[in-house]
């Protein structure tokens, strides 16, 4: 089993910074793009920014210039330096990960039990 847990969420005031960890453990062959999702109460989960196993990164338009992604393979991580930090940023915060399963090769989306970041105006 694939497992992800998130750390470093928590309460901040606007204009302060947070960084968001996510690591993957279990038995899986490799990690191909990794993810941090969002979601607001009432609202629909949305991509915030996405890095690829060779670094190439895409973020949300509402986080470009604030939020930054960044992993580490060999620790089978990914995070998220988030700076300028605005109360429309609170949110459940969830880390993803697309993993190749070890022998198989399949893959499969892994999701975390996610991490609370609340931003106070």
């Known amino acids: 089993q694939v497992q992800l847990v998130e750390s470093g969420g928590g309460l901040v005031q606007a204009g302060g910074s947070l960084r968001l960890s996510c690591a993957a453990s279990?038995?899986?062959?490799?990690?191909?793009?990794m993810a941090w999702y969002r979601q607001a109460p009432g609202k629909q989960r949305e991509l915030v920014a996405d890095?690829?196993?060779?670094?190439?990164?895409r973020y949300a338009d509402s986080v470009k210039g604030r939020f930054t992604i960044s992993r580490d393979n060999a620790k089978n991580a990914v995070y998220l330096q988030m700076n300028i930090l605005k109360p429309e940023d609170t949110a459940r915060y969830y880390c993803?990960?697309?993993?190749?399963?070890?022998?198989?090769?399949?893959?499969?989306?892994?999701w975390g039990q996610g991490t609370q970041v609340t931003v106070s105006s």
């Open positions: 993803t990960a697309n993993v190749i399963a070890a022998g198989d090769l399949r893959m499969s989306d892994r």
């Open positions: 279990g038995t899986f062959f490799s990690i191909n793009d």
């Open positions: 890095i690829t196993r060779h670094g190439s990164t």
